[in-house]
């Protein structure tokens, strides 16, 4: 057996600290202050954890390694059967807030990040009214962290996901059980398997790394299901689909967001407008880079 100290020293020579005491504190099932305190504490996971060490040394995302990411405020459990939830994905999530309210005191609202339009509700862009329940329909699931957050930051809403991948469903589901949220799921490609009805808000992260795209071969990307990342063409053929379907799904003065790439931005407008959607939005991460754009399905006209 080897002390924490020792451990932790040791693996300080191939990674970040913080990664080694996470890494150690996985294995034990302690926090970092349980370490901290229990420095000459002896340990029987020398094997273990040199293996976890050496695993993340080679690149292995930390994510898949202690089982875990952060998204918006909460953890999610992960595996190398979804992707690892990322910080642009939480913009989405902010969207949302501003196009579906759960009415005129909701404390949180704020104004939308692409800017306000007349004739819209201070409180939402949807068109529900107060007391009213909005239906949310995320596309492209995977661990839930998108579905599982607006459940539970939109508690009125009634939200639906769908994914292709069992695998994915399977620990979607598990993280909405873990955290309380109300979510059904649903296996899919995108739209095909849905029941007829309509949402006042669909969000989609779908698959849009082109082919070819060096960034696949780099970092956590060559762990990370490739489904998910690419579309094994352009980068635009999930998108293209989703959005010219999405009007057929769309409540009136319903909105479509999708996520994408940091330089599709222009090819993503054109899409939306092409598909009818108006009043188009496209709101900046905290870098200042457009990394989701969005319309709103008006087939009323007054």
Known sequence: MTTVAALLAEARRRIPAREARLLLGRLLGRNAAWLEAHRDDEVAVDSDYTALVARR?????????????????????????????????????????????????????????GGSEPGLRAWGGTGVGAGETAAI?????????????????????????????????????????????????????????????????????????????????QGDLRFEPADALTDHADGLTAIRRIVAQAPDWLAEGGWLFCEH??????????????????????????????????????FLRG
């Open 261 to 298: 790439g940091y330089d599709q931005a222009a090819a993503v407008r054109r899409e939306l407008s092409a598909a009818g959607l108006e009043n188009i939005e496209q709101p900046r991460d905290c870098a200042g880079i457009v990394r989701a754009s969005g319309g709103r399905y008006c």
């Open 57 to 113: 040394a080679a690149g292995e995302p930390i994510a898949y390694l202690i089982g875990v990411r952060e998204f918006y405020g909460r953890d999610f459990v992960v595996s190398p059967d979804v992707l690892i939830p990322r910080p642009e994905t939480e913009l989405l999530v902010d969207v949302a807030k501003t196009k579906v309210g759960v009415g005129p005191s909701q404390a949180d609202a704020r104004p939308p990040v």
């Open 137 to 217: 329909l995320d596309l492209g699931a995977g661990s839930g962290c998108l579905a599982v957050t607006l459940a539970l930051e939109l508690p009125q809403a009634r939200v639906t996901a769908v994914d292709v991948s069992p695998a994915a469903l399977a620990i979607a589901r598990g993280n909405a059980q873990r955290l309380g949220a109300s979510v059904e799921f649903i296996e899919s490609d995108w739209f095909a398997a849905l029941p007829a009805q309509r949402f006042e808000l669909i969000v989609a992260n779908p698959p849009y790394v082109a082919a070819g795209d060096p960034h696949l071969a």
